[in-house]
């Protein structure tokens, strides 16, 4: 085998035969799909049964996405992993291509492909989800790279980094993507755009605590930080990329948490916020404001802005 394609399933009746019927079209014939339940409440079994002449299939008491997958590439031998969650859809050729491009390049320890999001029909053109630039430490800091089904891992560079971190409740490819450039494992990507991310339904309440999701890529981009700090590699690039993204995460957090969106927001010094360019969720005369003003009379401006324009 040369490429083990591993699907973890969690209450995913409703997307699952979509997530399995590709996998089998992605499939090689040096290729083993290998599925385990994590616990399902729903039907995820039963529409498993109905692959297992095609699928390896098992099932496990729920623990949780980390270990179902760390469990999975026990399972597995293949040296070339995709981890295929259970709502989402890769076209075929991509996983080969991937493959093909890891052979050339042995340095690579991972490969992703463009992600093309979508909410209810996976045949819909969505928006297009890849990589800002060549610094994959901008992209790291930025959420940018794509997420865990785009990828195809050396099993071997995922094995030397210690796996996935069963203990993270959420942002658990990044926390990966950060242990692969600290040990000098070179990420790259091929924007095929094969690989379909489900997004959630539109006004679909969040499955997490939402504060808490925020605090905890606040802690993450504080452990990036330290560590390029002591590796004498926090460059301007870099430093802006922190900036930005804490300023966005504090807009956000200040709807359900204005003390720590303060918190987080005193960390970007007006300074630097006078050197961000414009994006998302920054507007050119939000930033002009909050350089001029700080965060928090930024914010009451734009609260001021948002109930005049809805008068």
């Known amino acids: 085998m040369q490429i083990s394609i591993l699907i973890p399933v969690h209450n995913a009746q409703d997307t699952l035969r979509a997530t399995l019927d590709s996998a089998l079209a992605l499939a090689g014939p040096d290729t083993e799909i290998l599925a385990l339940d994590d616990g399902s409440r729903d039907n995820s079994w039963q529409v498993l049964q109905d692959y297992a002449d095609k699928v390896q299939v098992s099932r496990q008491e729920n623990s949780g996405g980390c270990a179902t997958r760390n469990r999975l590439l026990e399972m597995s031998s293949a040296p070339f992993v995709h981890f295929l969650d259970a709502d989402d859809i890769v076209d075929p050729g991509r996983n080969e291509q991937q493959r093909e491009f890891l052979v050339r390049h042995p340095q690579i320890g991972v490969v992703t492909d463009t992600l093309r999001l979508f909410y209810e029909d996976p045949r819909e053109e969505g928006e297009l989800f890849a990589p800002h630039g060549s610094d994959w430490w901008v992209s790291l800091i930025r959420h940018r790279i794509p997420f865990t089904s785009s990828a195809l891992w050396r099993r071997d ?3 030397a980094v210690g796996e996935w971190d069963e203990s993270l409740p959420s942002g ?3 926390d990966l993507y950060f242990r692969f450039l ?8 091929l924007g095929l755009a094969k690989t379909r991310y489900r997004m959630p339904p539109r006004n679909a309440p969040p499955k997490r605590d939402p504060a808490r999701t925020m605090l905890l890529e606040a802690a993450f981009l504080d452990r990036v930080e330290a560590y390029l700090i002591g590796e004498g590699a926090h460059s301007g690039p870099r430093r802006l990329a922190l900036a930005g993204k804490r300023l966005q995460l504090a807009r956000k957090l ?9 918190d987080l927001a005193a960390k970007v010094p007006r ?11 920054l507007p050119r005369t939000y930033l002009a404001c909050a350089a001029l003003l700080g965060f928090g009379m930024a914010e009451t401006v734009a609260d001021l802005m948002r109930r005049r324009h809805a008068g």
């Open 172 to 174: 658990q490819e990044y």
């Open 182 to 189: 600290k040990a000098g494992i070179e990420i790259a990507h």
């Open 254 to 262: 200040t709807r359900c948490n204005k003390q720590a969106a303060r």
């Open 271 to 281: 300074t630097r916020i006078a050197a961000l360019p414009p994006q998302e969720g």
């Open 157 to 159: 560079s995922i094995e």
